[in-house]
């Protein structure tokens, strides 16, 4: 596998056609194969993710979720906004400390997520699922553990039908992108503002930190790249948050480029301008430590723990 960080080259391997999307549903059926195991559930998801698809397959299940995202874009904000004026009365209020990730990030999401599925999966276990799914993109996960997801995958066919892969697919792939960046990009603003009250903060318009640093590409034909040539079915991994870039560089590809662009870009965009407008509200300090970071989510940049200090 190839590994490239220049960011023009970066730019044009994501916009040539003469590059793909890996398939992580052929990687689960050579494991499959391998150890005679049906994993078929998970690759019935895995074939529908939009982030492993190329083509008219792969513009006809943008347009699907794009669809959905509208109709349910308006229950999320609602979700989100109850979920942000909850935590600023209590946790912000009423604690000493809290987690970005586990008390802030991932329990926003899940708001999110139960605003976007049917009511009767609120009650099952079902967000369980649907954040365990991202395991399956990592090669660090145990085999027993994605032995478990798929077998709650073929649960879920089962009682809701195979139209259940369209309900989470969004979710799926929003899940630790959304989480990770909200959390990590508050910890880097405290973090350069020590002991300030965070109603005098400057916040930015914009997410600063990403939770996804790179994507996978298949070249499909010979092709040159600068001074890069690749060979069919050669893959290649570009880094998009490169320490070398400038700021504005991994600004333009926080949500991907060309015909892959994050399709929940706008609704994180509006999560982000609403969670910074309840921090700046507020008048406490909080103060946070240097951040360790797992080794264990690829193709995600997550922190072992985001932990804050509320100071008196």
């Not at 793909?20 to 994993?39: F, I, K, V």
């Not at 039908?161 to 979710?171: A, K, N, Q, R, V």
């Not at 640093?213 to 092709?223: E, K, Q, S």
């Amino acid at each position: 596998m190839r590994l490239v960080t220049d960011h023009e080259q970066v730019r044009q391997i994501a916009t040539s056609d003469s590059f793909g999307a890996y398939s992580m549903a052929d990687s689960y059926r050579e494991l499959g194969e391998r150890l005679g195991h049906d994993l078929g559930p998970s690759i019935a998801l895995l074939e529908q993710l939009p982030t492993f698809m190329d083509g008219e397959a792969h513009r006809l299940g943008r347009k699907t979720q794009a669809m959905r995202s509208a109709k349910f874009k308006q229950a999320q904000l609602d979700a989100a906004q109850a979920f942000l004026d909850n935590f600023a009365a209590t946790t912000l209020s009423n604690t000493a400390s809290f987690d970005l990730l586990t008390d802030f990030g991932s329990p926003l999401f899940r708001a999110l997520s139960a605003a976007m599925i049917p009511a009767e999966w609120r009650e099952e276990g079902w967000l369980d699922l649907i954040d365990a799914v991202p395991l399956l993109f990592s090669p660090s996960t145990p085999l027993k553990r994605r032995f478990e997801i798929n077998r709650g995958l073929a649960e879920l066919g089962a009682k809701f039908g195979p139209e259940s892969w369209e309900e989470i697919m969004l979710l799926v792939l929003g899940n630790r992108p959304l989480s990770g960046s909200l959390a990590m990009s508050l910890h880097d603003i405290l973090f350069r503002h020590p002991g300030q009250a965070l109603n005098t903060m400057e916040w930015p318009a914009y997410f600063t930190q990403s939770a996804l640093h790179f994507f996978d590409r298949i070249a499909l034909r010979p092709v040159t790249i600068g001074d890069l040539t690749f060979e069919p079915g050669e893959r290649v991994r570009c880094n998009i948050h490169a320490p070398e870039w400038t700021s504005q560089q991994r600004q333009g590809t926080m949500f991907g480029v060309g015909a892959h662009l994050c399709l929940g870009r706008p609704l994180s965009e509006l999560v982000w301008a609403m969670t910074t407008s309840m921090f700046s509200a507020q008048d406490c300090r909080l103060a946070v430590t240097p951040l360790l970071y797992r080794q264990d989510c690829e193709p995600f940049h997550l922190p072992i723990s985001c932990p804050v200090t509320v100071l008196a």
